[in-house]
């Protein structure tokens, strides 16, 4: 079975130049430095890692928003970097990506009806303005707005129903693949499960594939089919979201979801202490990229980077997949502060 999306070794190194009048290149930032992953249909796959990690810059390379150094993407067997013009046109039409600030990635001077219908016009869906008028008041409905709206502009809206917008637009072309980047990180947490669950039932209705970029895990938890863990513009780890955050395979995907805040407060999990930062991605460590900051790092992965095997990339991958995640610990002060706004929120409302 071919996958809808097949990234290959995919490379984005950005130049670092100085000089005034003569510039010479300096260096160069690995930004994304050898990815590889697929995405079936109807399948969505989160990348996840720290700030800087190369997640977004990976987005946007699948889409060719950026050029890649070296590597490849396809989108059902057709290679992207093979195609310009209205061929490419063609394609990007099943790849759309809805951004990180709903707001600033709308025209302010735009009313949302034209917005949503500019990718109508630019791909020739609807013959004339009434047809597009119509979808778009479809659109509307299909993200839970009303056709009204479409008079409105991006100010008249919260962050929700901007973000709303947004995935609007992105669907307007009728896309097989959305690149979503950090959707809902800008969002407060209840108008995030309200988008996050509306983006579910979009990829069940639709039958959407999604690239899922974020740093919030129980997001991800709810959303991924897999995950894929990235390091210094590389993946380290790539598994099903469950087996994932049960039995984590490599040591930094261990401390990061150690690090993440559980559901329940006072129940958190030790956290897995990391020393020093995160080496420059202009002058990356020897080896292993992890391994100044890895608890088991030795000789070997101090010289040899270790090869993504059964989809993880670490020397001692089989000794942390023997040692499942530890129980949460609970925390006897928050539990009871817990409680006791708990008590205290149920007394008001049944005061009222």
């Known amino acids: 079975m071919t996958a809808l999306l097949d990234v290959r070794n995919l490379t984005k190194h950005f130049p670092v130049r100085k000089g005034w009048l003569i510039e010479r290149e300096v260096g160069r930032v690995r930004a ?3 990815v590889s992953f697929t995405i079936q249909r109807g399948e969505t796959l989160a990348l996840v ?9 990976t987005g946007r390379l699948v889409l060719r928003l950026i050029e890649p150094t070296s590597g490849e993407v396809r989108l059902d067997g057709e290679v992207l970097a093979d195609l310009s013009g209205e061929a490419l046109r063609r394609l990007r039409r099943r790849m759309q990506i809805v951004f990180q600030d709903p707001y600033a990635s709308l025209n302010p001077r735009l009313t949302v009806g034209d917005t949503i219908a ?3 016009l630019l791909h020739g869906v609807g013959s004339t303005a009434a047809e597009r008028r119509l979808k778009v008041a ?4 299909l993200v839970g707005l009303r056709a009204e709206h479409a008079r409105r502009y991006p100010h008249e809206f919260s962050g929700g129903q901007r973000q709303r917008v947004g995935i609007a637009r992105a669907l307007a072309a009728g896309p097989d693949l959305i690149v979503a980047d950090e959707p809902v990180s800008a969002l407060d947490l209840s108008i995030r499960a309200q988008v996050v669950n509306l983006l579910a039932d979009l990829r069940q209705r639709l039958g959407l594939s999604y690239l899922f970029i974020s740093h919030d895990l129980a997001v991800v938890r709810h ?14 780890e790539l598994a ?19 690090a993440a ?16 930062d995160v080496p420059s991605p202009l002058n990356p460590p020897s080896g292993c990229a992890f391994h100044p900051r890895c608890p088991l790092a030795d000789a070997r992965c101090r010289q040899e980077a270790p090869a993504m095997v059964d989809g993880v990339a670490c020397h001692h991958a089989d000794a942390q997949a023997a040692l499942p995640m530890p129980p949460r610990v609970g925390n006897e002060r928050l539990h ?5 706004f708990r008590t205290a929120t149920q007394s008001a409302t049944s005061s009222v």
């Open 336 to 340: 009871r502060l817990h409680q006791f």
């Open 138 to 141: 479809e659109l509307l409905g």
């Open 118 to 120: 500019e990718p109508l």
């Open 223 to 236: 959303l991924a089919d897999r995950t894929a863990v990235m390091y210094l513009g590389r993946i380290v």
């Open 261 to 276: 805040l559980p559901p329940q407060p006072g129940r958190q999990r030790p956290p897995v202490a990391l020393e020093g």
């Open 240 to 258: 099903e979201t469950a087996q994932l955050f049960a039995r984590p395979r490599h040591p930094y995907t261990r401390a990061l979801l150690s």
């Open 32 to 34: 994304v430095d050898g």
């Open 49 to 57: 890692g720290e700030s800087g990690c190369g997640k977004s810059t």
